[in-house]
Structures are given as C-alpha cells and as structure tokens.
C-alpha cells in the first residue's frame, strides 16, 4: 500500500512542480521591478552620502540581471512549459535568483560603507527584500533559498569582520533573520504544495465525476429510447392481439354472412330484384373480409403469400383502378427500371398498399397534381440502412406533389390511428398497414416529406432469385357437382357457422354430424362410425382444433383432417403441423373444394400427416 502511495504521489510530482513554477514566474515582473528599484535607491543614497561611485557599477549589475531575467521570463510567458519541462525551468529560476541574491550579497561585502548609519541602512534594505521574498518566491523553496542565503550571508560576514558587539549583533540579526525568513518559506512551500495537490485532487474527482455524469446521462438516454420502444413493442403486441381476437369473431361472421348470401342467391336464382340485393350484401361482406386482412396487416398478423412478383406487373393490373381511384385531375405516371427483377412479397398485399398510397395523395393534391409511381432497383451494403439487411431490392415509390407534411407529423406518418384528415375520412392505419406488409415481407418503408414539396414513400422489398409467377384467377367451383360419399364431422364453437358448414355439405351430398365443442366431436367419433373427415375450427375455448385433431387420430387413426380458422396466429403460420387450412372467412365453392381434396388425398399422404 506504501508503495502504491509513493507511486500515486510521484505521478502527481509534475503537474504539481509545473503548477508552482507557473506561480512562480506570475511573480517575476513584480520582483524585477523591486529588484530594480531597490538598486537605484541603494546606488544614489549611499554614491550621495558616501561620495562612492561605485555604487553605479553595483546598480549597472542589477539592471543587467534584471533585463536578463526579464528575457526568461518573456521565453517562459511565450513559450511555456511545452517547450521545456517544468524542472527545467525551475532550474532557470534558481540559477537566476541565485546570482540576484549574489549580486546584492557580495555587492553588499564589497562595498561596505564605514559608516555606522549606512551600514544599518543597507542591511534594512537587504532584509527588506528578503521579507519580500517570502511572498514572491516561496512557491518554490530552492529558488527562494538560492535567493536569502547568498543575499544575506557575505553580509553578516562582513559585519563579523568589522568586529564590536554592535557589528556582532547586527550580523547574528541577519542570520536569525534569514534562517526565519528559510523556516516560514519551508512551512509556506508545504501549505502551498498541499493545497496544489489538492486542488489537482479535486479537479481530476471532478472530470471524474463530469465524465460519470456523461456517461450516466447517455445511459439514461439509452434506456428512455430502450423504453420507449418497449413501450412501443408492447402497445403493438397489445393491439395486434386485441386485432387477432376482433379479426377471428368478424372472419365468423363474415363466413356466415357470404355463406347464407351464396345459398340465398342460388335459391333465388329468378328474382332479379332480390339477387342484386344479395349481390350488394356479398359485396359489402367481401369488403368487410377485406379490412379484416387490413386490420391483421397493420398488426403485421396476417399470413402472407410470398412469392417472386414482377412489380411493374402488380402495377400495371391497377393502372385502371388507380386512375378511378385519384380522378381525372390527377396526373398518373407510371416508370420501371429496366432489367428490375422480381421481388419477394405476397402480390395482393402489394396492391393493397400501392392503392392506399394512392389514396393518401390523392387527398394530399385537393387541387390537382401528379402521382408518380416508380419501381427500381437498390442495393444495401453492410452499414447503409440499419433497418434492412445487406443485398438487393425492389424499391416502389410512390410520390406524390402536394403539400407535404411537417417534422411533427412525419414523425408520428406510421403511429397507429393517427391522421390528419377530416374526422370519417381517415382511419389512420394506411401507413401503418403498409410498414407493416413491407416489415413481414423482410422489408422496410422509407418516407421523405416537406411542406410545400410533396411526399415519397418507397417500399422495399427483397428482390426475389427466381422467375415471377403469374397469378392465376382460380375458377368458381359447381357447388352441385357429384361428390363420391363420405362421413364428415364438423366441430365449431360458433353455431352460425356449424350451422352454414353442416347445410353446405349436406346439400352436396356429405353425411354430416355437427359438435359445437371438442368434447362431443370426441364422443362422437368414439360411438358412431368411422369418420372420413374431421373438419374443425382452431380457436375454441376448451381445446383447440390441433389438439382435437391429435386426439381424433387415437379413435380412428388415419382420419383426414381439415383445420378452418380465422385465428391470426394460425394465419400467420401458415397453417398447424402440416394440418390443411381453410381460411375464413371462405365462400361456399372454396369449401367444398377444400373439402373434396382433402377428401381425395393419398393414404401416404394423411399418414405422414399424423405421423408428424
């Protein structure tokens, strides 16, 4: 421990040592001008009353040494202590303090004057400036000492020499004088390096502590950001759960709702007025599916379709709508990159998006403007976007020359349920859904915007390594067309929809048994019959549909299985263990086609089914 003090103490030698000599040498001006002015007094006094001229010569030699030590002390203020170290010039001040105090000293003994009064007058003189000294040199004790002893000794000397008790007590005066002056340099010197010491002391505890506090002040920084995302995240779970549970119910009641349309029109087939009204109901249903998907896009639950696009493609098939979308003063241009590439997204997600866009221009351009809509290809390196990581992609933006927004609203432009347009006119989930089909889709939105210069917003996406798929428009199945026979049972805890199932597939010639809970379609499948197919919902209080499978599969091993489900989660998986899914909300022709191909399957097929 000694050893670590003396290792801390010398380490605090040099700025302590640089510390004093600067003191020291803010002291210099004003002992050069003492230094002088007590020459020129001594010369003129003593040369007037002693008729010695010498006493010129004596002053020449301050004044000389004085200019001397003005031009160090000039170097020193110029220069400072970068250009030599600290020890060097105290060195330098020693030495030059020393030959002052010589020079007053052996001056002094030289030209010691006879007279008794003028003798007393020069070794007040001399122990003036040495009392002066305590002031002005102490803060560096070598060069106060290498000051008084040549300053004084030759002159108490001298006194010595010239013998009588009064030249006695007068020289042993100086002495006493001049080891008291030494003494209270000594403790000065020490209070003055303590308190250096601790000053150095307190400055570094304080850069310390301003370095703490800095680093304290980030780190507070980093986790209100940390927060604040978390926050964020939270809210987003939240909602996006609270959307998966309102999408599940509405995909029920929008199932039976379509369902009960598509019977009423085929059961009304010559009733023009009441067909168009069944029509406008499918229609409204189908919209009603639709904001569904918009809902489960902005919690970023919904399952996607990816698969290589061509982009200019996707756009060009909603060329048309876009131009009724934005109305006739509206300009839409329409550019593509040449040799783009495909890109990875899901295609109607994609429409979806560049048709909300659309529609947030069109309302940013009351007044008429134009809509540019250009696809091009981009390329990330490593440090470039922190959202996106390293490689190629397909850049859609959609910009657009209206007003703008400013640094406020850009900064809430993807906040959920904001928006800046009149109350019914704006849900304020467009740019919330988008960001949200681009960020499944692997990747991000960009969005530039100013008053008074319009908006860009460009979607990335990764471009895709294989050839663009075309996306075929499926034909509508005869929901009256032969089925071979078959045992289905259906489980749904929602009786519309149980209901809507069992009648469709009756209807088609299946026989049917219906459960509106897990526990009865187990008891069924224990009691009846085998059962060909077990058709069920996923998300039902008491267990869900996979379970339920899995259970089935020990009272008749090898049943087919066909999972239906609106469920965000299931959805967004993409189906349950390699289960089949159907997805509600469906229409009747996508039904009985689900279910005769699950039906029709190989055996190898539903055995590696249940094996997994």
Known sequence: ???????????????????????????IPMVLAVNLLNGALVAGVLSASLKDMRWWWFFAL??????ARGGLWQRYRTRGSDAAGPRRWAVLATIASGLSGAIWGAGSAWLFPDDIFAQTFLTFVIGGMCAGALASLSYHLPTFVAYVAPATLPLALRLLIEGGAVHAAMAAMVVVFALALSVAAYNVARSLERAIRLQLELSRRTADLSLANTRLEAEISERRAAEDQLRQAQKMEALGQLTGGIAHDFNNLLTVVIGHIELAQQWLPNQAQAGAMLGSALVAAERGARLT????????????????IDV?????????????????????????????????????????????????????????GTLRIRSERRSVGPAERRELPPGDYVVVAISDTGSGMDKDTLARAFEPFFTTKEAGRGSGLGLSMVQGFAAQSGGAVQIDSALGRGTTVAIWL??????????????????????????????????????????????VGYTVWEADDPATALHILEERAPIDLLLTDYAMPTMNGDALIKRASHYQP?????????????????????????????????LTERVSGVLASPAEVRAALHSS
Do not use: W
């Open 1 to 27: 421990m000694i050893t670590g003090v003396t290792a801390s103490r010398r380490s605090d030698d040099a700025p302590v040592l640089e510390t004093k000599i600067g003191s020291l040498y803010q002291q």
């Open 62 to 67: 301050i004044a000389t040494l004085t200019v």
């Open 293 to 308: 998907q918009g809902l489960l896009a902005f919690a970023r639950r919904q399952r996607l379709d990816p698969k290589p």
């Open 312 to 368: 200019p493609a996707i756009v060009d098939r909603v060329r048309e709508l876009l131009r009724q979308t934005i109305g006739p003063g509206i300009r839409l241009v329409i550019e593509a990159e040449d040799a783009l590439g495909p890109a990875e997204a899901d295609p109607n997600q994609l429409e979806l998006s560049i048709l909300n866009l659309a529609l947030n221009a069109r309302d940013a351009m009351p007044d008429g």
């Open 462 to 507: 990764p471009r895709a390594h294989g050839q663009a798929s075309e996306r075929g428009v499926p034909e509508p199945t005869d929901i009256s067309a032969e089925h071979a026979p078959a045992r289905i049972l259906v489980c749904d805890d929602d009786r519309g929809v149980l209901s809507l199932v069992g009648t469709v597939l009756r209807d």
């Open 558 to 590: 090898g049943i087919r299985a066909l999972l239906m489900t609106g469920h965000a989660d299931a959805l967004r998986k993409g189906g349950i263990a390699g289960i089949p899914l159907l997805k509600k909300p469906f229409k009747i022709g996508q």
